[in-house]
């Protein structure tokens, strides 16, 4: 099983970038897939994900400007990322799981997005 996340670099504040992560050896449309981000010296947190079925979630604050789609077709999901800020300045990871979560939980290498003028 392989994720592997791209797209990350440095993007001015009120910027956009693009994440895309492909994944490899897994049944990809039945997983429910997910971006999370590590910000410097703080914990890991969930950015949005994206079920099976095509529902989201975000976190508050990303909402609005973030947006999580995929591609069974082609085992991508990608992260649209608008108006950014030095706030979201983080190594962002994609997940892939399903239950039962203690054998289907998978997980990128990071991109790093730094925003920064």
């Known amino acids: 099983v392989q994720l592997q996340a791209s797209g990350g670099g440095l993007v001015q504040p009120g910027g956009s970038l693009t994440l895309s992560c492909v994944a490899s050896?897994?049944?990809?449309?039945?997983?429910?897939l997910g971006w999370y981000r590590q910000p410097p010296g703080k914990q890991r947190e969930m950015v949005a994900t994206?079920?099976?079925?095509?529902?989201?979630i975000y976190a508050d604050s990303t909402k609005g400007r973030f947006t999580i789609a995929r591609d069974n077709a082609k085992n991508t999901v990608t992260l649209q990322m608008n108006s950014l800020t030095p706030e979201d300045t983080a190594v962002y990871s994609c997940?892939?799981?399903?239950?039962?979560?203690?054998?289907?939980?998978?997980w990128g290498q990071g991109t790093l997005v730094t925003v920064s003028s």
């Open positions: 997940n892939a799981v399903r239950p039962p979560i203690t054998r289907n939980d998978f």
């Open positions: 994206i079920t099976s079925h095509g529902s989201t």
């Open positions: 050896g897994i049944s990809f449309s039945i997983y429910t």
